[in-house]
């Protein structure tokens, strides 16, 4: 057979080069990790969104709870 001749691989060379998946279990594979893909950026997003948005709320408290402590530190002298 000549190296510019075109021929239909066979099932086994097809196995080799597609690495025994086929079309719709690649597709199928894509479509279930691309969701899962999509809902843990989702879940980042929000997650660093509440943190900004909290952060000054935990900032306050902590320094209210700070003063708090330094007021019970300063009854014991």
Same mark, same amino acid.
């Given at each position: 057979m000549d190296v510019s001749e075109i021929r239909t691989l066979s099932d086994e060379e097809v196995g080799m080069v597609?690495?025994?998946t086929t079309y719709d279990q690649a597709y199928e594979s894509f479509i279930d990790y691309g969701s899962q893909l999509g809902a843990a950026v989702g *879940?980042?997003? *929000?997650?660093?969104? +509440?943190? +900004?948005?909290?952060?000054?709320?935990f900032a306050l408290n902590?320094?209210?709870s700070f003063s708090d402590i330094l007021e019970g530190f300063s009854s014991l002298s």
């Open positions: 597609s690495g025994g *879940a980042l997003l *929000a997650g660093s969104y +509440t943190s +900004t948005a909290l952060s000054p709320t902590f320094v209210d």
